[in-house]
């Protein structure tokens, strides 16, 4: 084995070592992986023992591969889960390959290595690497296979929990989104082919520096923006090219916002604030409901220049909440307060996500609020970098930056 794959195998054991949760010792290590491999895509899949059923848990690369599920035998990553052997796969063999079941994605001309996870005793799961233009080496192979047996072992020796989230369908579904802006003669490309699935009841986190389009992003599966190429569909319905209507429609009864300004009408009060989006909602719940979800209700009456920053945060989740949508979009929520606020604001978010089962996608730059979500994605440079599954969440309560 290489110098540089001796180096792999220490930062490896190193990410271990500095990890307390699961999903940051498969993300840490996948990371790696690919890196040390120079493979564009990658995907840890893990094994749950009750349903003999592998699930993609954190990926590397453009694709959103979180939630795709394997049965023993099924596809390449159910085969090598069933064997308990690496396969190394070149470009001529794996046409139209099945990754895992029958309706996964197949892959077309290019190279591919999966490697088991396991003990000598357990198969805990897989890692599958892909999208590499040149063959993969059999030390390459050796490396993983150490590497992936090293994981395996911290996984039994931490006592690691798996707990898969459940089969279900997209409410969201994006695929190839491309945003184009003219920058002067110049055209600007924002976003450059993005592709993400976002499951009913979930809280999706979409962590960004400044400028790889995550506010673009939103604004787009939220019908403010039209996007230049690419598909969303939202609970079946393709959402592409809307007419005005279609738009108008889907933003006042389907999604809330929630903005880093606030956005609240000064002359008005903080209930006329929420009542005046409850009175274009056919479905709306009781405007001093939506204030007492967010613990205001003795606010009600209060003007935005009588409140502070937090509380007028927390009357715009209430506005974006009496709609009873389905999706919540927040921008930025906590940007512009302190971290006691943003505890506050965070924790009124985390609610309505577990008890009104909304599905929340939220975009921030800071990394520690990722930590409370159900899934994380990164955006650099206007492509998917990640995606990863938390296992389990932290508490809005817990956070701590």
């Known amino acids: 084995m290489d110098t540089l794959h001796v180096q792999i195998l220490w930062q490896i054991m190193e990410a271990l070592r500095e990890s307390n949760q699961l999903e940051d010792a498969l993300s840490n290590c996948l990371d790696l992986f690919c890196k040390g491999t120079n493979s564009p895509k990658g995907t840890i899949w893990m094994l749950d023992d009750q349903s003999k059923r592998t699930i993609a848990i954190t990926v590397y690369g453009t694709s959103d591969a979180t939630g795709e599920s394997a049965g023993m035998g099924e596809g390449l990553v159910g085969r090598v889960i069933e064997s308990g052997e690496s396969e190394l796969l070149n470009a ?94 110049e055209v600007r490309q924002v976003l450059k082919g993005v592709d993400i699935d976002v499951y009913p009841g979930e809280l999706v986190v979409v962590l960004g520096e400044s400028g ?59 209930y006329e604030n929420i009542e005046f989006i409850a009175e274009i909602s056919d479905k709306a719940m009781d405007s001093m409901e939506a204030l007492k979800l967010v613990g205001l209700d003795e606010k009600a009456d209060n003007m935005p220049t009588a409140l502070s920053g937090g509380q007028m945060q927390r009357i715009s989740i209430a506005r974006a909440l009496v709609k009873n949508p389905k999706i919540i979009l927040a921008d930025e929520p906590t940007a512009a307060l302190d971290y006691e606020t943003s505890i506050k604001v ?23 609020i990722a930590k409370m979500a159900n899934r994380v994605v990164k955006l650099r440079d206007g492509k998917i970098s990640s995606i990863r599954v938390n296992l389990h969440p932290l508490k809005a309560t817990d956070l701590v930056w």
Request: glycine content about 8%.
């Open 346 to 368: 965070l924790d009124v978010i985390e609610k309505i996500s577990k008890e009104n089962d909304t599905t929340i996608l939220m975009v921030t730059h800071n990394p520690e």
């Open 212 to 270: 790889c389009g995550k506010s673009t992003l939103l604004n787009i599966i939220g019908g403010m923006d039209r996007m230049t190429s690419g598909e969303v569909v939202v609970e079946g319905k393709d959402m592409s090219n809307p007419t005005e209507d279609e738009l108008t429609k889907y933003r006042r009864d389907y999604v809330g916002f929630i903005f880093q300004a606030y956005n609240l009408m000064p002359n008005l009060s903080a």
């Open 92 to 185: 001529s063999e794996v046409q139209n390959l099945k990754l895992a079941g029958a309706d996964s994605p197949g892959i077309t001309g290019k190279n591919v290595l999966c490697v088991p996870i396991k003990t000598p005793k357990n198969i805990v799961g897989c890692m599958l690497l892909t999208g590499k233009e040149e063959p993969y080496t059999e030390d390459e192979k050796t490396m993983c296979e150490q590497c992936c047996a090293i994981l395996a072992l911290d996984i039994e020796d931490k006592g690691f929990a798996f707990r898969p989230f459940e089969e279900r369908e997209p409410i969201v579904t994006v695929r190839n989104v491309v945003k184009e802006f003219m920058n002067g003669e």
